[in-house]
């Protein structure tokens, strides 16, 4: 039985297509063998990413604190306000000893 002109086309069409998502999922395997350790170990914490920017962020903030506490002046309203924050009785006694 012969087919139509049609669905010989259609038949062509498909198998086109079969071939280019065949080579295409070949790449796509290819390429994920070839991932650099930098992205397998990327991949591997992204689920810690929030905890990482917490982290940072009050890493960051200890880094302007103590910049602001190595250039105090101990009777400038800064370094009082950095003590309060600090809530620290250390920095406390060095603002009235240094008076």
């Not at 790449?27 to 990482?52: C, D, H, M």
Request: glycine share 8%.
């Amino acid at each position: 039985m012969a087919m139509s002109v049609k669905d010989r086309k259609e038949l062509e069409a498909l198998h086109r297509e079969e071939r280019t998502l065949t080579r295409r999922h070949r790449l796509a395997e290819e390429s994920g063998n070839r991932q650099g350790w930098g992205i397998k170990i990327y991949t591997a914490l992204q689920p810690f990413r929030v905890a990482f920017g917490v982290i940072l962020a009050l890493l960051g903030i200890l880094i302007v604190i103590s910049m602001g506490l190595t250039l105090y002046v101990p009777s400038s309203p800064f370094f009082l306000l950095l003590c309060c924050l600090c809530s620290s009785r250390l920095s406390m006694l060095i603002l009235w000893k240094g008076r």
